[in-house]
């Protein structure tokens, strides 16, 4: 649901909530220092806002996109930073974005348009007044105090993520039947999703910490840099991890590979086993078959029986046997 929200924050003392925009443009031709936050905002909410605080149309074309990377952009009288928001909840990554709009006296920020968590946000205010201490230095502190609330969730993110990737690596390893190979695919489609994102913020931070925006003080430097770290540290986490999911898969095949050329090997020694058997059993039973019948009386005689069919089954053994010698001097069996 749409909502905006104004606050006085002055140089000493606790933040001041107030009842509208000309309350904040009060204060703030006075030269005081207000921010006001967007809430799921509407085209007509901009329009307000754009002359008091020469608002760029592109800034407003970017705020209302939800299909952008992160980016920054210095204007006559503010810079637009676009960031990202992560969480990853049940196997799968949330990305919202979050604006930001700093001038010399003032910080807009906008959230929640379109957003998939809008409960992203929802301990942003006790961060706020756990820092009014730094906040109330001016808006390029809030700006941080900000971007470190939306980096530290990012991390609980990543964290989740490489708890998957073990899971998938302990998964491959056992060798259990729930494993789908389909999961590194889908992890491997998220890191590079991050690798992105990641990869535009920390341009963002370096653009700041080199002073590129007019409106960041020198002594705001030090807490920006702290951010750059953070967001550099998961670059290489992400780094890594693809790394180590490449990996994951070529030991998947390997794996894979191994267990089908088992099988295969299983099968053949059957097959030899199978194929040695009717080798012993096939003259056999030829020659049974022919002696079950008259023509072995016959070539004998009839009355020689009680001699001729020992020696016939005599002369079986032996070429048995000799099947048998023989496939063992091969090494078929």
Not at 314 to 322: D, P, R
């Amino acid at each position: 649901m749409a909502e905006t929200r104004y606050f006085h924050i002055p140089r000493k003392g606790k933040i001041a909530r107030l009842a509208s925009l000309g309350e904040a443009l009060q204060f703030q031709k006075k030269g005081e220092y207000v921010w006001i936050d967007l809430i799921d905002p509407v085209r007509e909410t901009f329009d307000e806002l754009i002359e008091p605080f020469g608002i760029h149309q592109l800034s407003v074309e970017d705020c209302l996109d939800d299909d952008q990377i992160p980016k920054t952009e210095n204007f006559e009288k503010n810079t637009f930073i676009l960031f990202n928001c992560y969480t990853y909840t049940k196997e799968e990554l949330t990305i919202d974005e979050v604006d930001f709009l700093i001038g010399a006296n003032y910080l807009i920020t906008v959230r929640g348009f379109k957003a998939q968590n809008p409960s992203f946000f929802d301990k942003l205010d006790e961060a706020v007044f756990r820092g009014m201490s730094d906040v109330n230095r001016g808006p390029d502190f809030l700006l941080q105090l900000i971007l470190d609330y939306i980096v530290d969730k990012k991390f609980i993110a990543i964290d989740s993520i490489q708890e998957e990737v073990e899971r998938i690596e302990e998964s491959i390893l056992g060798e259990k039947p729930d494993f789908q190979p389909e999961h590194l695919m889908r992890l491997r489609s998220t890191l590079l999703t991050l690798r992105k994102s990641l990869f535009n913020e920390r341009e963002i931070l370096i653009k700041i910490c080199r002073r590129d925006s007019p409106f960041v003080s020198e002594k705001a430097i030090y807490y920006f840099r702290d951010i750059y770290d953070h967001l550099a540290k998961f670059f290489e986490f992400i780094e890594i991890n693809r790394e180590q999911i490449t990996s994951l898969m070529e030991l998947h095949l390997s794996l894979t590979n191994a267990r089908m050329t088992q099988l295969s090997n299983q099968t053949n020694l059957v097959m030899k086993r199978l194929t040695a058997i009717t080798t012993v059993f096939m003259p056999l039973t030829l020659i049974s078959g022919i002696g079950g019948m008259s023509e072995w009386s016959m070539i004998t005689g009839p009355e020689n029986w009680m001699i001729s069919y020992p020696v016939f089954f005599g002369g079986m053994a032996l070429l048995g046997w000799f099947n048998w010698w023989l496939l063992h001097k091969l090494q078929w069996i």
